[in-house]
Structures are given as C-alpha cells and as structure tokens.
C-alpha cells in the first residue's frame, strides 16, 4: 500500500511542485476518510476513548479533532475554530496591564466583565500580584485553545519572585470575556 502511494507522488523528473501537490491531495483524501471513519464509529457507539487509542492521542485530543461538539444552550454546532489573531490580542492586554493602560483593558470588556470588574479594581489586582512577586521579567509565547463560544489564551508570566499565567477569554467579536492571573503552581 506505502508504494502504491509512494508511486502517485514520486517523480524522476525536477517537477517537485507537482509531486507536492499530489501528495497534498492524497493527505486531503485521506483526512476525509478518516473524518468519514471516525464520523461512522461514534454514530455505531465508539468512544472517543477507543478512537483516541486507535490514533495514538487522548480522548480528548481525538475529539477536538474530530468532535463536533453542540451549544447546549441551542444544540447548534459550536466554533472549534479558535480566534485568529488571539495570541496577538492577549500580548497587548499583557503589555497594557504592565504598563498600567487600564482604560484600554477595559475598553476591551464585554458587558459582563465591565460589570464586574472595575478599571480600579484590575489596577488593584495587578498591584497585588507585582506586590507579591515583583514586577514582570519576561513571558511566554501565549497557548491558544477554544473552549465553548470563547477562546481562551494562557500566557506564562515570569516576575522576579513568582510564576504566573495570565488566562485571558475572547469572544468572536474580540471583547474580553475573562481575565485572570493565576499562580502558575495552580494553573
């Protein structure tokens, strides 16, 4: 079977381009087979625990891949999709925080968190966390994930005397959704 593939894609000739694109549609191929397989698995009773072991992932890694998890709240499909530009929207609230720009984090707020979170209220929490642990020496590349209708950033904060992470949840309109600073033992 691996030469009968292998055949469709290598070339003797210097046309790699070409080899390339034939072996991107024997991948796109094969993704919709296993999409078809593990869609035909769940309908015939298969867990995701057995689907996971079969493809040598977690449950839950074999879900995100393949779940199409539901809205419980309308049974409508859920985005698994995480927010393009996330990463680049938690690194500026980073640097807005330790700057102390709290108006522009506010401006960011969803209605929800505008009416639980003051912007002296943030200025009070990030005191806090830089009179514990010092101010902040450097970060971690933010870690994008999608959970539900947000998507949700964990950025490690190092401080001279404590580890953090900042977890930050946007929605799809890029408003702030939560935000947390949490002691990097507990996260």
């Keep these: 079977m691996d030469a009968l593939l292998a055949a469709r894609v290598l070339t003797t000739s210097d046309d790699w381009a070409a080899s390339i694109g034939r072996a991107a549609s024997i991948q796109t191929a094969a993704d919709e087979v296993m999409r078809a397989i593990v869609a035909q698995a769940r309908q015939e009773g298969a867990t995701w625990q057995i689907i996971g072991d079969a493809l040598g992932v977690s449950r839950q890694a ?13 049974g409508e499909p859920l985005t698994t999709h995480p927010l393009p530009d996330a990463a680049e929207l938690a690194v500026s609230v980073i640097d807005d925080l330790v700057s102390g ?25 990030w005191t806090q966390v830089v009179g514990l642990a010092g101010t902040l020496e450097s970060r971690g590349e933010p870690e994008v994930l999608r959970a539900g209708d947000v998507t949700v950033t964990n950025t490690a904060l190092w401080l001279e005397a ?11 309109d890029r408003t702030i959704a939560g935000l947390h600073i949490v002691d990097a033992k507990t996260s």
């Design 62 to 74: 074999a879900f995100q891949r393949y779940g199409r998890p539901a809205d419980p709240r309308t």
């Design 162 to 172: 404590g580890d953090y992470t900042a977890r930050i949840a946007f929605r799809d």
């Design 101 to 125: 720009r709290w108006t522009s984090i506010a401006e960011q707020f969803d209605p929800a968190m505008r009416d639980g979170l003051s912007e002296d209220a943030l200025a009070a929490a």
